[in-house]
């Protein structure tokens, strides 16, 4: 198992994009490999950097203290469980509460909405175009939000409040079995 932990100064950063490194932690909790954040470049395809570090480690769990709701919902569809932290915490405490399914973010809508990606036109939300005359912010991704609708369900959520929706299976992107000793 490995688990990913955005960096600051030897403790969790507050923002996981916005961290200087990232660590990454193997299930004994001892650091494996630790990186320059690549996002710390700015822009979406910084962002799309990180996330494929992330992914190209192996990461089975990132734990965070604040995320954008499009990164996590990034994450989430990868597989990748995200584990609610502190930063007041140590980071032996982290780890080791990072395997606790209480306090797992299960849905973008978790994290924090982008204030600057709204502004831009929000590139995956209206596919129209932004006031400087372009369509979005020319990431390129089709919405996180979206994504995480799972298109079975999509009946669901455009049904009035007055009308019953058949009973459905329920998808807990972010719960995944973590592997124990």
């Not at 932690?25 to 950097?49: H, M, Y």
């Amino acid at each position: 198992m490995i688990i990913a932990m955005p960096m600051s100064r030897d403790r969790l950063a507050s923002h996981f994009t916005k961290a200087a490194e990232i660590g990454f932690f193997n299930d004994e909790f001892q650091q494996i490999l630790r990186v320059d954040n690549p996002a710390t470049a700015g822009g979406c395809s910084a962002k799309k950097a990180m996330l494929e570090l992330i992914k190209q480690q192996g990461t089975d769990i990132v734990i965070v203290q604040h995320i954008g709701e499009r990164m996590l919902g990034k994450l989430l569809a990868a597989g990748i469980s995200v584990s609610k932290g502190s930063a007041q915490q140590p980071l032996e405490a982290l780890l080791a509460q990072s395997r606790d399914l209480n306090l797992r973010l299960t849905h973008a809508s978790q994290g924090r909405a982008s204030l600057n990606h709204a502004a831009k036109g929000g590139c995956c939300q209206s596919h129209g175009t932004s006031a400087a005359g372009s369509s979005g912010c020319g990431c390129g991704a089709k919405s996180v939000l979206e994504k995480s609708a799972p298109a079975k369900h999509a009946g669901l959520m455009a049904q009035g409040l007055g009308k019953q929706a058949p009973v459905a299976a329920v998808q807990y992107a972010g719960f995944r079995p973590v592997p124990t000793k």
